[in-house]
């Protein structure tokens, strides 16, 4: 299996402003996958990460408002820039390890 | 492309009924995972099962049941003798890919509530 730690658990922001996700697994692991969860909503997509290359993200999401890095094996990060209240979510930070999805406990993002 | 569809939003049964929730899945791989997750209302996402697109075998754990139909493209799930604790909202996903590490893209998601 597959541990994962998020930080923060849990934040209140400002509009315009930007907030680091970060992700820490405790195996190393080819692919991140980095979700967000609007409330009440499924989990969507937002990119895969790659340690060595850039991310790859799905319809609807772009780089420049969620930058992504992955600097190594056991580690990621998501940046969601210039925060309107629509960004209000729980974002989720998730490796796939023996054919099995793990999840951080998420990131609750509350944006003002 | 990848897609699950769970038709039925929000379903609520009285305690100790049985209960289905459907999915249905879209791919054009033949290699292919199909999962359930169970999400409680504390948030959390917890795994229940992972299937292969090789292996039509229904599967059961204890109360939970998956019924697997790839001439249908349907992964359903059958809870019996539900219990209010099963409450909670219900994600099908699908993962293309030899591996099993493509990406995975999940449902809308069911909400069951079992009512005591």
């Known amino acids: 299996s597959a541990v994962i730690s998020q930080k923060p658990s849990r934040d209140i922001c400002q509009r315009g402003t930007s907030l680091t996700i970060q992700c820490q697994v405790d195996?190393?692991?080819?692919?991140m996958f980095w979700y967000r969860q609007q409330p009440g909503q499924s989990l969507t997509l937002i990119a895969t990460?790659?340690?060595?290359?850039?991310?790859?993200?799905e319809s609807g999401f772009v780089i420049d408002k969620f930058p992504i890095s992955r600097p190594n094996l056991t580690f990621s990060t998501l940046t969601v820039s210039n925060m309107s209240p629509e960004d209000s979510s729980i974002y989720l930070c998730?490796?796939?390890?023996?054919?099995?999805?793990?999840f951080g406990e998420g990131s609750r993002l509350t944006v003002l | 492309a990848q897609k699950v569809t769970q038709a039925q939003t929000e379903i609520s049964v009285v305690e100790k009924e049985d209960v289905t929730l459907d999915c249905v899945y879209e791919?054009?791989?033949?290699?292919?995972?199909l999962f359930w997750y169970k999400q409680p209302p504390s948030g959390e996402l917890v795994f229940l099962i992972r299937?292969?697109?090789?292996?039509?075998q229904n599967e059961i754990s204890g109360r939970y049941s998956w019924n697997f139909q790839k001439s249908t493209s349907s992964f359903n799930f059958t809870i019996t003798a539900s219990q209010v604790v099963d409450s909670a909202v219900y994600f099908c996903?699908?993962?293309?890919?030899?591996?099993?590490?493509?990406?995975?893209?999940f449902g809308t998601g069911t909400r069951l509530k079992v009512l005591a």
């Open positions: 996903a699908l993962s293309e890919g030899a591996s099993g590490t493509y990406k995975y893209i």
């Open positions: 998730s490796v796939a390890f023996g054919g099995e999805l793990f």
């Open positions: 299937r292969n697109s090789f292996d039509e």
């Open positions: 791919t054009r791989d033949t290699t292919y995972y």
């Open positions: 195996s190393q692991v080819t692919m």
């Open positions: 990460a790659n340690q060595g290359s850039e991310a790859t993200y």
